[in-house]
């Protein structure tokens, strides 16, 4: 018997096309003869707790999240704190969740195929539980709490430009009263202190909308990926950061990568992001749960 499913959209994904996505998406459900439940409600709080409350009752055996990497973001936490199996369906203008267990990205009717294929085989793959200020929380992707977070805060306050292109504004405008960030940090119960540019936990290789932190960075493997950009001027900044989407800045002299099971970040108020959620603000703490999320990837 196949899973009964929940399924939640976030209408403005993708550059306000996520509600016609999602009705493509429905519309094949529907055209697959696979009953479903739609959680989507008028605001990200409404439809987690629609959620929780069909898993509670026992109406869905499954859950369906269609749009980019918040909505993902809310996705795996449900699952994380529930059990429940996942499907990502890529619908956002930044779809690096989905991109890490491979589901397919611009066309949200075979990405719904690719779920579908998978409801009565999940996978496990790894998630990382972790804390701010604001309380525990599961994270698939990244968190950081320093100079990205703080472009993270930034670009979303900003209404223009749309994608991409709002984050390197946003870097750009924090970029010119950037100093390096001072961190006292946790790894594997060793204490490090130093100064550094950029410092971001990572489970899969990429946040931002395909920008390649951490290009070995795997999602199966029972580690996390500490990523450090040690100090340097803003000028050698603006040259290694658009490294990044390549993944050619790791042969930098300031970049260092630490894999280990649990790292706690201090950076004193500095804004926690994850997965471009705010996540109130440092201290951060992030352990590796190998196999604690099961997705239909």
Known sequence: MAPRIGIIINPSSGR???????????????ARGQEFLNLSGASMDEANANARHAINDGKIDGLIVVGGDGIAHLGVNIACDTGI??????????????????????????GTHAVLAK??????????????STGPFWFFGTASAGFDALCNQRANQMSWPKGQRRYDIAMVLELAKFKPIHYEATIDGEHR????????????????????????ANVEDGLL??????AMSRVELLKVFPKVYTGRHVTHPAVEFVRAKSVKLSSGNMPVYSDGEARGHSPLTATVVPGALSVFA
């Open 225 to 230: 990926d500490l990523f450090i950009v040690h």
């Open 85 to 110: 199996s996942l499907g990502i369906i890529a619908a956002g203008s930044g779809n690096d969740l989905a991109r890490s267990i491979g589901m397919p990205e611009g066309d949200v009717v075979a």
């Open 16 to 30: 306000g096309k996520g509600a016609a996505r999602g009705e493509l998406v429905l519309n094949t459900l529907a």
């Open 193 to 216: 202190s130093f100064d550094a540019m950029l410092c971001a936990v990572a489970n899969g290789p990429a946040f931002g909308g395909g920008m390649m932190i951490a290009p070995e």
């Open 119 to 132: 409801l009565d085989n999940p996978r496990r793959v790894d998630a990382i539980k972790a804390t701010s």
